[in-house]
DNA sequence: TTGTACGCGTTATCAG
DNA sequence: CTGATAACGCGTACAA
């Protein structure tokens, strides 16, 4: 097999006990000790074995995230954010993807789950999710992104109060007729997609205008879903004059939609998205922004926290969105 | 601490042997008897170890995928198909990010990658980067994407020749000036590049054009590095007629410059891309599209056979592309 | 079919 | 400052 801490104690002449502590430069050997065992260790090109300590210390040195979906642009963004700090941490980073949330998946895979790392980062899951129980029967460190509940750490944005300004820009543009592209088809909603529908009823309700099923539709996150989205609300019976979308991708589809009729964004209608997305300063969408590598970099720097300090207090930490008014919204005045 | 087999096999009054061989599924165990300590582990809630599977075994149980970036558009779709793949077949994804590749950065983590996961797959970092040799010399399965080595696996696209094909396409619409945007400055480069650049230069040649450096510029494969590089194509001397750029993200970004200065693609300027970007369509973008889920899922499950029979043949797949023309270089005829 | 007992590679607890 | 030695939790020859 391979070089083991024994190996390197018999050629260095030591006991595989100082040969551990060498190699994980504890103080208490003496520095000509640590030297030569450094030494022998390089020349036997000796690698440690992740597992071998992980049974001993019973820490797992690596955090998981738990995801519903990989492939979303938000989603790369956060996770170039964790993995910045988590590298920096010199932690592992355990990738698990769970599908749409609101498919009655084979739950978060096996609780093998549990064992394998020292914390975990959920991003976009409901609390109440019962997949999620499992999770915290577990009583490990935990940090959600998107969601929250009273009894773990959280990094979010407030997606309420983020959707109530984008309608409340559209309501002082003047629309009256206010049309919306969401996520999910109704049951099991991931959370910020019910803290966005509130946002957007808040501010309807504020306005004094009415919720009309007949513009509302699912996109179910994709540029392809928002197109589809899109074309059903243009041909509601009354279409809308103004269209949020929960986020930018979908609103790109709505704009395909749109292009593909020869409507004009922010002359025959307006649209507004959400994520501040790369590529929305291009399509001079209008949009919520939000600071994902941030929130990314904010949980993990958390969940590091909780997992060195397990009486560490819980924090609930809620960044700050940005409105970027662009041409889908404005050039109509 | 928490449930073990022991405490299985003592509730159940059965040896560990037969509770490990029970929790597993192994035939060699009497139905009534499986039954009997499944129950009892699942009534005591066990959850087993993987760090003591790991280290009794010598498998790992995981893979790792070592990247230069993460938060690309074509980086999630891989990553979309890989993860598929993966958890299909209950391993779990262990994610390295090296950063940038021209970068002399502190190589791959530890060595202690190598103990962590049981192969790995590698995204487009050169076959003779110093670093991999660390990998290699672990004498691991290994299945490289976007890039190859002659005795590991390896998915990926005839870069050279889809590069080719799409310069042909300009020159087949009469292009004779056509400008570069590419990724990384010069050092260096991932793979792709230098094959792209190959297959570039070689369809100028065979159509009897001329290189030149003042229309070719880095866009480090991002929207805002597209802009930039587009911008400075626009100030050359002799302006392009055409832009081949290595990824539809830089892509759009060039499509952003020509808009602030009043260009119309297809017409003023032909623009072609590549990857098959979600948004292409929208932005009426042609480009050079590559199958990425079915290469992420390909390298995944080929890495899986190679974990599995060591002395499996190592195999090179390569996965056809196609040119998508629109708008952005159709118009203009 | 089932049980015994040892090994996997480290870390941690004691003595010395 | 260093060395035995006992865990850590599971898999697996070997024996019964």
Redo the contacts with the bound molecule.
């Keep these: ?9 018999r050629v260095a ?12 430069g ?9 030297e030569h065992v450094l030494e022998v260790a390089h020349r036997l090109e ?4 992740p ?8 820490k797992a040195g690596s955090v998981g995230i738990i995801t519903p979906y990989v492939d979303r642009w938000s989603f790369g963004r956060m996770l170039g954010g964790i993995e910045r700090e988590l590298r920096a941490a010199n932690v592992d980073l355990l990738l698990y993807c769970t599908g749409d949330p609101s498919d009655p998946h084979p739950l978060l895979p096996h609780k093998r789950l549990a ?1 394998r790392a020292d914390g975990f980062l959920i991003l976009s899951v409901a609390a109440e999710s019962p997949d999620l129980e499992e999770i915290f029967k577990l009583r490990m460190p935990l940090t959600m992104i998107g969601a929250s509940a009273p009894w773990t750490s959280s990094v979010r944005i407030d997606d309420r109060d983020a959707a109530a300004t984008a309608i409340g820009h559209l309501v002082e543009r003047g629309h009256q007729r206010i049309g919306l592209i969401y996520g999910r088809e109704k049951a099991n909603p991931i959370v910020l997609e019910h803290q966005r529908y509130l946002g957007f009823s808040d501010a309807m309700e504020r306005a004094g205008l009415e919720l009309d099923d007949s513009i509302q539709a699912p996109g179910g996150f994709t540029v392809a879903g928002g197109e589809e989205a899109m074309v059903r609300l243009l041909d509601a019976e009354q279409a809308p004059t103004a269209v949020f979308a929960f986020s930018d991708e979908m609103a790109f589809g709505a704009l395909q939609a749109m292009r593909r009729r020869g409507l004009r964004p922010g002359y025959d209608i307006a649209i507004v998205g959400f994520d501040g997305h790369d590529m929305s300063g291009l399509l001079d969408l209008s949009t919520v922004s939000q600071p994902l590598e941030l929130i990314g970099a904010t949980a993990a720097r958390n969940l590091l926290a909780d997992m060195n300090d397990p009486s560490r207090e819980r924090k609930a930490v809620v960044l700050p969105t940005e409105l970027v008014p662009r041409g889908s919204t404005v050039r109509d005045q």
Excluded: H, N, P, Q
């Design positions: 097999m391979s070089v083991t801490v024994k190996d390197i104690a002449g030591v006991s595989t006990a100082t040969v551990s502590r060498s190699l994980r504890l103080e208490t050997v003496s520095a000509e000790t640590r000796y690698v440690g074995s597992a071998a300590a992980a049974l001993s210390t019973g064992r």
